[in-house]
């Protein structure tokens, strides 16, 4: 929001996970929440367990190693997930082995992209599945509840939203307001106050400005597809080279919501934007690491700019060259046959 208006006021910005299309990305917390409310929607840990182990079985391994993290989300298609197979027969829920139909329809959407009426910034981009579902700070804790949806925080940040900006009215129900893009002055308010979608960001970089951004690849509660359309749109707002000279944009697989997750969540982004502003050294490729409670090293590997990710190259089977930053490399999702 700075970098867009207040061109001025920054000669670096880091971005870390931007929640910057309010409108868009509530509407979708709106729609997901009401699928999850609707009878036999409820998703429990168990089920959330499901998922995750039936995509890690899917798509762990199609980046050169098997280690509960999904770095590689262009090759999860949906021919590889092959969700039909956790569908209960029948469709109506017979345990935790499978899913229903209400519980493939909250996947879908959780997964698809939400557009509203109004404005073509007013939309969010479906999550991808990660088969991190199941960490302690993913899709439990953001969306589902645990089998409790107004216990979700996109829940409780969808039902605010709906009680104080849309209908004014602290007992409106927002599992009943429907549609999201009912009320257009209440969206443009919102947008107004709180978007930045932005894309011509130029009055930034002829100033001088750098931006880093950079994104979780398991976030649950703000999708990094939406970041990607947004880095996406301002490369072509700003032009190509003007992109490369001043921007920078990095996505740490495995990561939740701004940190914490099975990924590698930590890189000194302070560091490589000091750097950059006032020695005019351009980051690269940085490193990400995951450390413990005692602050040991648990995890290193390359922290690369999109579309890149860091796909394994070391030797198989070795948990000890899976920590080294040295046995990956920043590799284009066509680079490897799927
Ligand atoms: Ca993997």
Redesign the pocket.
């Known amino acids: 929001m700075a970098v867009q208006r207040n061109p001025n006021l920054f000669d670096g910005v880091i971005a870390r996970a931007p929640g910057y299309n309010w409108v868009g990305f509530l509407g979708a917390f709106n729609r997901t929440a009401k699928a999850l409310a609707a009878p036999g929607g409820a998703f429990s840990a168990a089920k959330t367990a499901l998922l995750a182990k039936h995509v890690r079985d899917a798509c762990?391994?199609l980046?050169g190693?098997?280690?509960?993290?999904?770095?590689n989300p262009a090759a999860c298609t949906a021919k590889n997930l092959n969700l039909a197979a956790l569908r209960c027969a029948g469709g109506a829920d017979t345990g935790d082995t499978c899913l229903s139909d209400a519980q493939l329809a909250v996947v879908n959407a959780w997964t698809s992209d939400a557009i509203f009426e109004g404005s073509s910034t007013y939309r969010s981009r479906g999550y991808n599945l990660t088969g991190n579902e199941d960490d302690p700070m993913g899709f439990g804790i953001w969306v589902s509840g645990d089998g409790d949806v107004t216990k979700a925080g996109q829940y409780m940040f969808q039902d605010t939203t709906v009680k104080y900006y849309m209908a004014r009215d602290s007992t409106a129900d927002s599992l009943n307001y429907s549609p999201w893009d009912q009320n257009q002055t209440a969206l443009y308010a919102l947008a107004a106050l709180n978007d930045a979608t932005q894309t011509d960001i130029r009055p930034f970089l002829m100033a001088g400005g750098k931006l880093i951004v950079w994104h979780g690849g398991s976030d649950s509660a703000l999708s990094v597809n939406s970041t990607i359309e947004y880095m996406t749109n301002m490369e072509k707002s700003v032009g190509a080279k003007s992109a490369a000279g001043s921007t920078r944009f990095y996505v740490a697989p495995g990561v939740d919501h701004c940190e914490g997750g099975v990924g590698a969540d930590k890189t000194d982004l302070l560091m490589a934007l000091d750097q950059w502003v006032s020695k005019g050294v351009a980051p690269g490729t940085l490193t990400a690491e995951k450390v413990d409670a005692k602050g040991a090293v648990t995890l290193a590997m390359p922290l690369c700019q999109y579309p890149q990710y860091p796909r394994y190259i070391g030797p198989a089977n070795s948990a000890s060259a899976a920590k080294l930053a040295s046995n990956y490399a920043c590799t284009s999702p066509s680079a490897v046959s799927k």
Do not use: E, K, L, Q
């Open positions: 762990d391994g980046d190693i098997t280690d509960g993290i999904v770095a």
